[in-house]
């Protein structure tokens, strides 16, 4: 019995040790966080640093190609000015672009490409077109690469549409603004292809 006792008692004192030092382990991210809410207050935006829950369910490792504790640990290793101002310099922006598309009598399908976000980022319209106007029975597709790997537009969905009889396809890309310390969500960039 004094056998089980001293177990028992081991036993709990080693998880208390590792309950306490896991307590003293987590960060503290209030300088950032009070920081990001500044910005977040003067520039009327939505940034946030990502929870691990978000981290991990929205596949955001990817992205930044650390774990979850690294991208803590690189916060925790900036300074509060450049942390502010990574997030200032994602903010200037126009989020409406548009493009002149010259046609190529040969073919009646084709692609065009524009940078927006300020050279961030880089859409490509797959189009058919016939004569001077776009074919409405073809619908269009966007992609979006990424031009800067510290602060960019991610797409996560796109709408489409023809305008201006057929001579102009929209398309309006849905995301979020992605910076090396965290993310807006619910960003939307136009982009106008006109023919």
């Known amino acids: 019995m004094k056998k089980i006792c ?7 004192i080693v998880c208390l040790f590792t309950f306490n030092v896991k307590a003293l382990e987590t ?7 009070n920081a990001l809410a500044e910005i977040n207050k003067e520039y009327h935006t939505h940034f946030m640093i990502l ?5 991990k369910t929205e596949n955001y490792q990817s ?6 504790d690294e991208y803590i640990q690189n916060i925790l290793d900036t300074d509060v000015e450049i942390f502010k101002s990574e997030f200032i310099k994602a903010i200037s922006y126009n989020d409406n672009a548009e493009v002149q ?3 190529n009598a040969r073919s009646t399908f084709g692609t065009k490409s524009v940078n927006f976000y300020e050279n961030k980022n880089r859409m490509t319209l797959s189009y058919k077109y016939n004569g001077r106007t776009f074919d409405t029975s073809y619908k269009p ?3 979006v690469q990424r031009l800067n790997s510290s ?14 009889s057929n001579r102009t396809y929209s398309v309006i ?11 807006q969500k619910g960003h939307k960039f136009t982009v106008n292809f006109n023919l």
């Not at 929870?51 to 981290?55: F, K, R």
Request: proline share 2%.
């Open 6 to 12: 001293v177990l028992l008692t081991s036993f709990l």
């Open 141 to 143: 597709s966007a992609t």
């Open 101 to 103: 598309i010259n046609t």
């Open 51 to 55: 929870t691990e829950e978000q981290y």
């Open 63 to 68: 992205i930044y190609k650390k774990t979850y």
């Open 151 to 164: 602060v960019f537009f991610l797409m996560r969905s796109y709408t489409g549409s023809f305008k201006n």
């Open 173 to 183: 890309a849905s995301g979020e603004i992605v910076t090396g310390f965290g993310v």
């Open 27 to 33: 960060p503290n991210l209030s300088n950032y966080e």
